[in-house]
C-alpha cells in the first residue's frame, strides 16, 4: 500500500512569509502527527490530529497550525517565517495513535531565506 | 526535566561486531518505548516497539531491545552488524502525560565498516 506523501518535498521562503505543507496519510489511517526535525534540537513534536481534532500540541509558538480533514490529509501552515524554521518537516501517520507506531513520510525540506 | 537520552551520538564498528546503543528516559509511570531507524536518503521506519509483557522485544533485521524498569533503559542491541546497519537509529517514548506524541532521542549515528 501507499506511504505517507508528504509535498512539496523541497520549498524555500523568505522571512516574514507563510508557507502551508501537505500530508496524506496512508489509506485507513486517522492519525496523523507533525514533527520538526532539526540538526540542533533533533526531532521534535509539533502536533497530533484524530478524526479532524488536535489531541495534542507540542511546545511551539503560535505560528505554527495545522488541520485535518474529513479523509484524514493533514496541513500544517507556518505563518511570519523566521531563519530558524528552516528544518525537516515529517509527518507521520498511525491507525489509532503513537502506541501503534506511526509511519513517517519523507518530509518536507523548508529553507528560510 | 522529562527527557530521553540517547549515550552515544557517533558508533564505528566493523562488520560482524556486536552494537548496543543505550537510551535513558527520564518519564514516570507507565511508557511506550520505540526504536526507529533513519538509512541515508530514507524515512525514519520503525524497528521495535515495546508497550508491555516480556521485556526483551526483537524487531526488524535481527534488532533487539530490552527493557529495564528500574533503570529506565530500553537499550537496543543486535549481535552481528552488516554494512547495510549504517544508519540513524533514534529512541522515542510515549509518556502518560504526553497524550499521542512521541519524545524522541537526539539520535545515535551508526558507521559500519567493511
Known amino acids: 500500500k501507499a506511504g505517507v506523501t508528504q509535498t512539496p518535498r523541497y520549498l524555500i521562503k523568505t522571512r516574514g512569509q507563510q508557507v502551508t505543507l501537505s500530508c496524506s496519510p496512508i489509506s485507513g489511517h486517522r492519525s496523523v502527527s507533525w514533527y520538526q526535525q532539526t540538526p540542533g534540537q533533533g526531532l521534535q513534536f509539533l502536533f497530533e490530529?484524530?478524526?479532524?481534532?488536535?489531541?495534542n500540541k507540542g511546545n511551539f509558538p503560535g505560528r505554527f497550525s495545522g488541520r485535518q480533514f474529513s479523509n484524514s490529509r493533514s496541513e500544517m501552515n507556518v505563518s511570519t517565517l523566521e531563519l530558524g524554521d528552516s528544518a525537516l518537516y515529517l509527518c507521520?501517520?498511525?491507525?489509532?495513535?503513537?502506541?501503534?507506531?506511526?509511519?513517517f513520510g519523507s518530509g518536507t525540506r523548508l529553507t528560510v531565506v | 526535566a522529562q527527557s530521553v537520552s540517547q549515550h552515544n551520538h557517533h558508533v564505528i564498528l566493523s562488520e560482524a561486531a556486536s552494537l548496543e546503543l543505550g537510551c535513558n528516559y527520564s518519564?514516570?509511570?507507565?511508557?511506550?518505548l520505540f526504536w526507529y531507524v533513519q538509512y541515508p536518503g530514507q524515512h525514519l521506519q520503525l524497528l521495535l516497539k515495546?508497550?508491555?509483557?516480556?521485556?526483551l522485544v526483537k524487531g526488524i533485521k535481527g534488532f533487539e531491545a530490552e527493557f529495564i524498569k528500574s533503570k529506565f533503559s530500553f537499550n537496543l542491541r543486535k549481535p552481528s552488524v552488516q554494512w547495510s546497519d549504517t544508519a540513524e537509529y533514534f529512541c522515542?517514548?510515549?509518556?502518560?502525560?504526553?497524550?499521542?506524541?512521541?519524545?524522541f532521542g537526539k539520535g545515535t549515528s551508526l558507521l559500519v565498516t567493511p
Open positions: 490530529y484524530f478524526s479532524e481534532t488536535q489531541r
Open positions: 518519564y514516570g509511570g507507565t511508557v511506550n
Open positions: 522515542a517514548v510515549n509518556a502518560p502525560n504526553s497524550g499521542y506524541a512521541l519524545n
Open positions: 515495546y508497550f508491555s509483557g516480556d521485556p
Open positions: 507521520a501517520s498511525s491507525s489509532a495513535g503513537a502506541v501503534y507506531g506511526y509511519t
